[in-house]
């Protein structure tokens, strides 16, 4: 079983920096991606941003890439998201999950485990 636990979400004003954390709970970590999406109310969980476990591979959705960067602490089984230059359309519940299917799916449905959220506000 694999738990996934988000924290450092918060207020912050535009153009600012919000750091995420994920601290992830599994007995091997090796084949999975972790990656964050991001949902709003009344929309569908869109994909921000993945990296593998193993490797140094990382996918960005267009809307974050060159502001957000995702990374790992493999020591301490994290996965972190980085945001910068944060704008006011960023403001969601951010979801840290995991997957064990190939690298490169964006689709929601291919995540098998999901954290509970953790809500990141910009404000103008």
């Known amino acids: 079983q694999v738990q996934l636990v988000e924290s450092g979400g918060g207020l912050v004003q535009a153009g600012g920096s919000l750091r995420l954390s994920c601290a992830a709970s599994?007995?091997?970590?090796?084949?999975?991606?972790l990656a964050w999406f991001r949902q709003t109310p009344g929309k569908e969980r869109e994909f921000v941003a993945a990296i593998r476990w193993s490797g140094a591979s990382t996918s960005y959705a267009d809307s974050v890439q060159g502001r957000f960067t995702i990374s790992r602490d493999n020591a301490k089984n994290t996965v972190y998201l980085q945001m910068d230059s944060v704008k006011p359309e960023d403001t969601a519940v951010y979801y840290c999950?995991?997957?064990?299917?190939?690298?490169?799916?964006?689709?929601?449905?291919?995540?098998?485990?999901w954290g509970q959220g953790t809500q990141g506000t910009v404000s103008s």
């Open positions: 599994v007995r091997t970590f090796s084949s999975y991606i």
């Open positions: 999950t995991a997957s064990v299917r190939p690298w490169g799916t964006r689709a929601s449905a291919d995540y098998n485990y």
